[in-house]
């Protein structure tokens, strides 16, 4: 199961990759062994993203199965609890984060070095040559070509026009032909042009031509050649300074990086600092004529005071434009520098926390094997369906809450937002905990899993209720006695009317009471079900079938959403004192009081309707 899982998830993620960089593989003619190396060194990248997947998805479906077919259930009967059934496979999933380490380690660098280098080479290959019918096509540079029809089985091309712009627009040389032939040469380094029956025309313009007398030549031809560069070949690059990628680096060269680029950026740091308390950022020089102009003034006044307001708004109009603009320039050329400082410094710590990402990546992606397993085994257990169908559905969600985690961690944590570590560490801090206590909670058989638990809070919540659905059985060992019977439906009439005209009269509690009464069972009510229960229970085993479609009208009482809320005193004391819950909850009991009442009088209305049958019928 394990197995068929990882290369599904394997192929889906390759398929991603594909559509992401379609457009640098389709139509530029790339030679198949090529593609071949390429999604080979892009699989191997893309195997610890798969692996945790495929784990999550093989433990759902694998517990599915258990449980659907029931073998979980003998297990535990046996004495074998859910713990011990999973401890053989959380090895397992030990050994697999460790190969997966190993390829985030080892191989991953290696073929993502590779995968980067194939890939750019495929960007800076020429596309494959594809003229378009009745369209100009500028796939070749310095050219424009039009082709009015084409021949697909012999290769000719009819009403060939070419526009050569390699001398410039303005001297273009403009060549049309009848027909023509394109291939390319032995050494594909060259597209041969092959035109019949057609004329050039080139300008033979220079600069030193009066532009008003511009001279042309003008040539006609039956047959003319013409080699056009073009180069179709798949040139390998040298992919040495794609070494530098974090990616493409194991921990131990991460580890060496990090700390020779934080001792670099902390001497730029350094540096910076010392430039700021220099005094060039905060004040102005003054040149040396304006210094002794200072001076001199200072001396003949013979002040120790300046007053530098009093002595500029004292100065002539072109001497404080001249100061306004020195310091302008002097804010601007400062707000430029500061401006690529502090671009060069983020740049180094982006770059910084990019490494310490991708050595915490290493080990994250390891651990998270162990904690999918850990989601999807008690899961599996939980849910009890095998095959493709939920099993998929909650691996699928499961692992988008990991994406999404993981992705948003990482691009907070490289702008700087969060902490690295907090970043690299925000899925695995968030989904390790959910994995530990499904596993908890599902070998204890806790009811937290239990679906009718929910539905019944939700039903509860709503004041929705089921309704009766007996039948006629098949085999009845005692029929009731109809006398017996009728007597217990007369009593159950006379006690709901008793208990609407005790408890039923004013349908609007008192707020306190009803919120902090100190015992919230009504035994009245309880009382009248159980006659109610019993009644049912006896004209269950009616072979009339007209009796049995009666007790089916039979509400469905709660004896305890009328009343107060909660059994617990000191629950319904904190929901009254938070008023808008308690309100709330007091609307909910009224609502149950005035059903309570309509129930009570449908009571006593199939009651005489079973009885006008029990007399009509003589039973």
């Known amino acids: 199961?394990?197995?068929?899982?990882?290369?599904?998830?394997?192929?889906?993620?390759?398929?991603?990759?594909?559509?992401?960089?379609?457009?640098?593989?389709?139509?530029?003619?790339?030679?198949?062994?090529?593609?071949?190396?390429?999604?080979?060194?892009?699989?191997?990248?893309?195997?610890?993203?798969?692996?945790?997947?495929?784990?999550?998805?093989?433990?759902?479906?694998?517990?599915?199965?258990?449980?659907?077919?029931?073998?979980?259930?003998?297990?535990?009967?046996?004495?074998?609890?859910?713990?011990?059934?999973?401890?053989?496979?959380?090895?397992?999933?030990?050994?697999?984060?460790?190969?997966?380490?190993?390829?985030?380690?080892?191989?991953?660098?290696?073929?993502?070095?590779?995968?980067?280098?194939?890939?750019?080479?495929?960007?800076?290959?020429?596309?494959?040559?594809?003229?378009?019918?009745?369209?100009?096509?500028?796939?070749?540079?310095?050219?424009?070509?039009?082709?009015?029809?084409?021949?697909?089985?012999?290769?000719?091309?009819?009403?060939?026009?070419?526009?050569?712009?390699?001398?410039?627009?303005e001297n273009a040389t403009i060549l049309k032909a009848d027909s023509g032939r394109l291939e390319t040469t032995a050494d594909k380094q060259y597209l041969k042009f092959v035109l019949y029956h057609g004329e050039q025309f080139e300008n033979l313009k220079d600069g030193q031509i009066n532009s008003r007398n511009i001279p042309y030549r003008r040539e006609q031809f039956g047959e003319k050649t013409m080699l056009i560069e073009f180069n179709s070949d798949f040139d390998m690059m040298d992919g040495s300074f794609l070494t530098n990628n974090a990616m493409n680096k194991n921990m131990t060269q991460l580890a060496h990086d990090i700390d020779s680029m934080l001792t670099e950026q902390d001497s730029i740091g350094r540096v910076y600092f010392a430039q700021l308390r220099s005094g060039s950022y905060a004040s102005h020089k003054l040149s040396r004529a304006d210094t002794?102009?200072?001076?001199?003034?200072?001396a003949e006044e013979r002040v120790t005071y300046v007053d530098v307001d009093s002595l500029f708004h004292s100065s002539t109009r072109d001497q404080r434009t001249k100061w306004l603009e020195s310091e302008e320039r002097r804010l601007a050329n400062l707000k430029n520098e500061l401006a690529l400082k502090t671009k060069v410094v983020f740049n180094a710590d982006k770059n910084i926390r990019r490494h310490q990402l991708e050595w915490f990546y290493k080990i994250t992606m390891s651990i998270s094997c162990l904690v999918f397993f850990l989601i999807g085994a008690p899961l599996g257990a939980i849910i009890r369906k095998g095959g493709l169908g939920m099993p998929v559905v909650v691996s699928v969600f499961t692992f988008i809450v990991y994406y999404i985690l993981d992705t948003s961690g990482t691009k907070l944590a490289r702008?700087?937002?969060?902490?690295?570590?907090?970043?690299?560490?925000?899925?695995?801090?968030?989904?390790?905990?959910?994995?530990?206590?499904?596993?908890?909670?599902?070998?204890?058989d806790s009811g937290v899993f239990n679906v009718d638990l929910y539905k019944n809070a939700f039903y509860w919540l709503l004041g929705m209720r089921?309704?009766?659905?007996?039948?006629?059985?098949?085999?009845?060992?005692?029929?009731?006695?109809?006398?017996?019977?009728?007597?217990?439906?007369?009593?159950?009439?006379?006690?709901?009317?008793?208990?609407?005209?005790?408890?039923?009269?004013?349908?609007?509690?008192?707020?306190?009471?009803?919120?902090?009464?100190?015992?919230?069972?009504?035994?009245?009510?309880?009382?009248?079900?159980g006659q109610l229960n019993r009644v049912i229970t006896q004209l269950g085993n009616s072979r009339s079938q007209e009796i049995i479609n009666k007790i089916n009208t039979y509400p469905v009482m709660s004896v305890t959403s009328h009343a107060t809320p909660f059994s617990k005193r000191w629950m319904n004391v904190v929901a009254g004192v938070a008023f808008p819950v308690g309100l709330l909850l007091y609307a909910r009991a009224v609502f149950f009081r005035h059903r309570l009442k309509g129930d009570l009088e449908e009571i006593v209305r199939t009651n005489k309707e079973i009885q006008n049958i029990i007399y009509e019928r003589k039973l």
């Open 466 to 529: 089921p309704k009766r659905n007996n039948v006629v059985k098949e085999v009845i060992i005692d029929d009731p006695d109809y006398a017996v019977v009728n007597g217990e439906l007369a009593a159950l009439s006379a006690a709901c009317e008793e208990y609407g005209a005790a408890h039923l009269q004013n349908l609007l509690p008192n707020y306190v009471r009803l919120l902090i009464a100190p015992d919230g069972r009504d035994r009245a009510l309880i009382a009248v079900n």
């Open 1 to 169: 199961m394990f197995v068929g899982t990882f290369f599904i998830c394997l192929f889906i993620f390759i398929m991603q990759l594909l559509w992401l960089y379609v457009d640098e593989l389709v139509g530029k003619g790339i030679p198949m062994d090529v593609l071949m190396k390429f999604f080979y060194y892009a699989a191997l990248t893309l195997v610890p993203k798969s692996l945790p997947l495929a784990i999550l998805l093989a433990a759902l479906i694998t517990f599915g199965n258990f449980g659907e077919r029931v073998e979980l259930t003998a297990m535990k009967a046996a004495g074998v609890p859910l713990i011990r059934v999973m401890n053989p496979l959380i090895v397992l999933c030990v050994v697999l984060g460790s190969v997966s380490f190993y390829f985030q380690n080892v191989t991953v660098p290696y073929a993502s070095l590779q995968m980067q280098t194939l890939l750019i080479s495929m960007k800076q290959k020429s596309p494959e040559l594809e003229i378009p019918e009745g369209a100009f096509y500028d796939g070749i540079d310095n050219y424009n070509l039009y082709v009015k029809e084409k021949n697909n089985d012999t290769g000719m091309l009819y009403g060939v026009v070419i526009y050569n712009m390699s001398n410039g627009f």
């Open 292 to 298: 002794a102009k200072l001076k001199e003034f200072v």
């Open 415 to 444: 702008e700087g937002e969060i902490s690295v570590w907090w970043g690299a560490w925000m899925s695995t801090t968030v989904l390790a905990p959910l994995g530990i206590f499904l596993t908890y909670q599902a070998n204890r």
